[in-house]
C-alpha cells in the first residue's frame, strides 16, 4: 500500500498525542474501548488531558487508569458513577467535569464531525445541565441550544477494517466510536483484524476510509 | 419500620404489573428499559411483538447472558451482559438518541427518586457529593412517547417518593405519563395525578397518609394484583 499505509505501532501513533490534548475515547462502559490505545497513552504519562467519552471505566480499569495516574485536566461526559475516583477527584478540585446528557453528547460529536456549529434539544431544558444555556421555544416547546463538541484526537475500536481504513464494528462496541471517527482532527483507530482492500463488502462498511487517519493493530 | 410489602415483592409486583400495560397493545412496541425496577420488566413482557431498546445501541435485546453466553462486547445501558434476539440490530449512540428524541420509543421505564403532582421526575442524581453521572435519563425522559415510573413508594426510611413538588434535581419536567409502585397504579391526565389501583394491602387513607402529593381517586378504582 505504499504511502497509504494508515498502519502504524500503537507507540507510534501513541506518540502523536501532545500533552494538554482534547482526546475523544469510544466505549461505553468496558465495551468498545481501544484498550491498547488505552495502555499505552496511560503508559506514555502524557498529561493535562481533557477526555471525551460516555464513562471513565472502573477504578484502575481502562481509562480509569488516566485518572489514577494523574493524567488528566478535565472530562466533558455523560456518568461517571461507574468509577467513584471520578467523584472524588472533582470534589477535591483535581479535575473538571462538565456533563452532558447522554443523546446531546452523542449528537454533539456527530455534529462536530458533519460541520453544524450547534443544534437544539429538549434535553435538560430547565433543570441544572441546561443551565446557563441559550433556549428557544418551537411549537410551543422550550429547546436548549447546545454546540458541537470536537477534539484534537479520538480514539476508537473497530472490529475490522480493510488497508485504506473502512471500518466495521461489534455489537455493542460500535456506540459512540463512529460519531467519534468523524469529529476530531486526528483518529486513530485501533482494529482487532485487517483484510485487504476489496474484501469488505462496501455495504457493511459503517465508518468510510475518509474518517480514519491512523490505524494500529490489537494485539 | 416495617414495608406493607417487602423489597423484593415490591419490586416483582411493580415490573410484572408494568409489563401488563404492553401486553395489551395491538402494534408492536419499543420499550427502552431503565436500570433497576424497569430492567426487571423484560422478564414478564409475553408479547413477541414488544422489542426492547438500549441506547447504547441496540435494539432487540434478549435476555441476561449467563455462563459461556456472556460476551463482553455485548451488554445493555446498565453494563449488563446481554443476548440478541432474532432481528436485532446494532447502530451507533447518535443513531440510539435520534429514534428516543424522534418520539420513535414508544415508551421509556425508569426508575426515580421522587415524581412530584406535576409530573416532574427527579431521578438523576442525589447531591450528596458521590454522584456524578445523568445517563440518558433527560433525552429519554423529553423523548419517549409514553413516561413510565416503577419505584417504591416510600424512600427506605418511609418518606412520600410522590411528592408535592420535586426537592431533588429534575430530569423532565411534566413529562410523567404513568407511575406503578407497590403500593398502586397512578397515571397523569390532563395535568393531574389520577389513582387507577390500588394494593390490596392498603386502603386509600393508609396510601394517603403515605403519598405526598394530591391525586385524585378514579371512579371505578380497581385493586392491583399482589
Known amino acids: ?219 | 419500620m416495617v414495608p406493607l410489602v417487602s423489597e423484593e415483592e415490591a419490586k416483582v409486583r411493580i415490573a410484572r404489573r408494568i409489563a401488563e400495560e404492553f401486553a395489551g397493545a395491538d402494534h408492536e412496541l419499543v420499550i427502552n428499559l431503565g436500570v433497576g425496577i424497569p430492567t426487571l420488566v423484560a422478564n414478564y413482557i409475553q408479547k413477541a411483538d414488544v422489542f426492547i431498546q438500549a441506547e447504547n445501541g441496540i435494539l432487540g435485546v434478549g435476555p441476561l447472558a449467563v455462563g459461556e453466553r456472556i460476551d463482553r462486547q455485548l451488554i445493555n445501558a446498565g453494563r449488563q451482559p446481554v443476548t440478541e434476539t432474532p432481528g436485532c440490530s446494532y447502530f451507533d449512540s447518535a443513531a440510539s438518541f435520534g429514534m428516543i428524541r424522534g418520539g420513535h420509543v414508544d415508551a421509556t421505564v425508569i426508575g426515580a427518586f421522587q415524581v412530584d403532582q406535576d409530573g416532574n421526575i427527579a431521578n438523576w442524581i442525589i447531591p450528596n457529593g458521590k454522584q456524578l453521572g445523568v445517563g440518558g435519563a433527560m433525552d429519554l425522559i423529553t423523548g419517549a412517547r409514553q413516561v413510565i415510573i416503577g419505584m417504591q413508594h416510600t424512600t427506605r426510611d418511609g418518606k412520600p417518593k410522590l411528592v408535592k413538588r420535586c426537592t431533588l434535581p429534575v430530569t423532565g419536567f411534566a413529562e410523567a405519563d404513568l407511575v406503578v409502585t407497590e403500593l398502586g397504579l397512578f397515571a397523569f391526565e390532563d395535568g393531574k395525578l389520577i389513582l387507577r389501583e390500588i394494593a390490596p394491602e392498603v386502603t386509600v387513607e393508609a396510601l394517603t397518609a403515605l403519598t405526598e402529593a394530591a391525586f385524585i381517586i378514579a371512579p371505578g378504582l380497581k385493586t392491583m394484583a399482589a
Open chain 1, 1 to 219: 500500500m505504499g504511502d497509504r499505509d494508515k498502519f502504524r505501532t500503537v507507540a507510534e501513533a501513541i506518540a502523536l498525542i501532545q500533552p494538554g490534548s482534547r482526546i475523544m475515547v469510544g466505549g461505553f462502559g468496558l465495551a468498545g474501548y481501544p484498550e491498547g490505545l488505552v495502555e499505552a497513552l496511560a503508559a506514555s504519562g502524557v498529561g493535562d488531558l481533557t477526555i471525551i467519552s460516555n464513562d471513565l471505566g472502573s477504578p484502575g480499569v481502562g481509562l480509569g487508569k488516566l485518572l489514577t495516574n494523574g493524567q488528566i485536566r478535565a472530562l466533558v461526559g455523560n456518568y461517571y458513577n461507574w468509577n467513584p475516583e471520578v467523584g472524588l477527584a472533582y470534589s477535591r478540585g483535581e479535575i473538571g467535569v462538565t456533563l452532558v446528557p447522554q443523546g446531546t453528547f452523542a449528537e454533539a460529536i456527530r455534529a462536530a464531525g458533519v460541520g453544524i456549529p450547534a443544534f437544539y434539544t429538549a434535553a435538560s431544558a430547565g433543570t441544572q445541565l441546561g443551565k446557563g444555556k441559550e433556549t428557544k421555544i418551537f411549537d410551543g416547546r422550550t429547546y436548549v441550544l447546545e454546540r458541537a463538541i470536537h477534539a484534537d484526537v479520538a480514539l476508537i475500536k473497530a472490529s475490522r477494517a480493510d488497508d485504506l481504513g473502512n471500518l466495521v464494528y461489534y455489537k455493542t462496541a460500535r456506540n459512540f466510536n463512529p460519531l467519534m471517527a468523524m469529529a476530531a482532527a486526528l483518529t486513530i483507530a485501533e482494529v482487532d483484524e485487517s483484510v485487504p482492500v476489496g474484501s469488505l463488502d462496501p455495504e457493511s462498511v459503517v465508518t468510510p476510509h475518509i474518517f480514519v487517519d491512523i490505524m494500529v493493530r490489537r494485539v
